[in-house]
């Protein structure tokens, strides 16, 4: 209570603050404009317009800067006490209390009485937990330096004027990258992994599991100093820290954690094949480069003209033009001179490979995608198509083909497609219950039968619900009909109506739910299981379907929902004159005294069957046996004194 109140009282003191902070601004103004005025008709008409308006807008000025400062102050005041979220109770009451995060190494000392001082002691380290949001953001920020040294590594290495133009800016980058290389590799020696469900904190066992993984190797690798080579044969040889691209598993690592956040996973798997495309087409271009300079510019025909020509000179030039044959080269599209020198041959018939397995993981790849991003979709258009050639062939009239064809459009269009019991078929049944609340949310919170009910009962309900949508004009039910379910109203108007389908008694909104009478078959009830009232839909209305027999198999082990909902029906039925309270206030139904005794005669004829097929079964098994034991015995009888003697003098053989 006193929180609500705390909380309560700080919005209205925001209130307050902002509402005064207006107010201050309006009366600054007001005041500023009254007393302008003032100066106005006390001044001599000497005074010029300008210096009015130059005072009118100083005082706007000053009324806006304090407007600010307020807006400010209200922001800081606002982050330093923020409004802490009251939990939701229907979710609370699935999940259940929360868990203390637990550890191997805070399980191991809670196990242990006498080393309880001696785990107080201990300084809690750092951890990075692989599945928080904190790992993802240290792999965007690793994943940079990594894109940098595959980009520009063999770029520097084969145009060496953009190398010598901007030495400062490479050292800057690239002893900024060996840092955070350092930094990953801390990061990656206090990963944790799980160890029996159970998030492993131990430093020790941390780096001896770092140490078995190949990306520790790598990782060294990376991290040798060969900078020190610079120290011999001078800064303008970046192809010493090729070794920087050990790293690169970082960099799909990143992708892969990308992809699998990412909302629209399709557009990023294509910009990525894209990208991939690229860095080949990029290193394919610097090699091209390189062995043009080994060679000689100009040399032949093939490689890179001589750059002693002013046009063929430029930086930008040459990058482009390898870019250009690169391109050319790898995607098989264009003409480029042909090779003179044997090595020029075998680069080219390298890249020729490589561009046709581009070309087929372009096509294979970007085939998949658009079909993966349009399986919903064809999917959809399937099955009208097929319901459209069954009314075809069936001869419906136009106005029922329009109707079936509007609500498909309905659905589409309200993304209402998807099969949610298929999509969440894997999912245990708790995280079912609890995808469907959270979905649900809104809906559940107002029906008034879910309030109050038991956790496991809330859970098997929710899991009942069949989702149905209804066009306008439906009839969802109408007055005489067997209740076979009852109706939960998710989103959409219905309406009560008279047997002529157009007086409306009332209309029911979201959260209302109806149809539980004819399903509950309350004693006395004069309507049986009949439905007591016609419901149309107004427009397109989405409801939650429960079935009789589901419900029953819900409320047999929560007898005291099953009673509410019954005291809910008989008071709906007496005010409607719809129940005998004789026979609603007398004992036992005998009606469900007979129904009762029927069920145990079928479920006695059912066991004496069986029990019928047992006793065969054994009589057929035993005569079976007396055969086969008839059978051995004249075989015995059969046998000669004289064949048993010499079977003796034959094992007798054997043991000596």
Known sequence: MAKICSESSFSARQRLSINTSNDELAAMENGDSRSHSLCEDGSPRALSSGSHRSLHRGARAVARLSYLFLMLRNWVSHRMNPIEERNDSFLERIRGPTLKDATIGESDTMCVGHNDTQSKKKKEIWIMDPSADQYYRWLSVIAGPVFY???????????????NSYSKLWIALDYTSDIIYYMDTFVRSRTGYLEQGLLVKDAK????????????????????????????????????????????????EFFERTETRTSFPNMFRISNLVLYILIIIHWNACVFFSISKSIGFGSDTWVYPNISHPEHGRLARKYIYSLYWSTLTLTTIGETPAPVRDVEFLFVIGDFLTG???????????????SNMNASRAEFQAKIDSIKQYMQFRKV????????????????????TCDEKEVLKTLPDKLKAEIAINVHLDTLKKVRIFQDCEAGLLIELVLKLQPQVFSPGDYICKKGDIGREMYIIKEGKLAVVADDGVTQFVVLSDGAYFGEISILGIKGSKAGNRRTANIRSVGYSDLFALSKDDLMEALTEYPEAKKALEEKGKAILMKDNLIDEAVANAGADPKDLDEKIV????????????????????????????????????????????????VVADKDKKVQ
């Open 356 to 370: 046709v397995l581009i070309f087929a993981s372009i096509v294979g790849n970007v085939g998949a995608m658009i």
């Open 397 to 416: 009239t136009k106005d029922l083909e329009a109707r079936v064809i509007k609500w498909f459009d309905y659905l589409w269009t309200e993304k209402k």
């Open 149 to 163: 040294n595959l980009i520009m590594i063999v770029t520097r290495a084969s145009f060496n004027e953009l190398q």
């Open 599 to 646: 069920k145990l005669q079928g479920n006695l004829d059912v066991m004496q069957i069986k029990f019928a097929q047992l006793m065969a079964e054994f009589t057929s098994t035993q005569a079976r046996l007396k055969q086969r034991v008839t059978q051995m015995e004249e075989k015995v009888k059969s046998i000669k004194p004289e064949d048993l003697s010499e």
């Open 205 to 252: 066992k941390l780096r001896a599991k770092y140490r078995t993984t190949s990306q520790f190797k790598y990782d060294m690798i990376s991290m040798i100093p060969t900078d020190l080579l610079f120290l011999q044969y001078g800064f303008n040889n970046p192809e010493f820290r090729f070794n920087r691209l050990c790293k690169i598993q970082r960099l799909f």
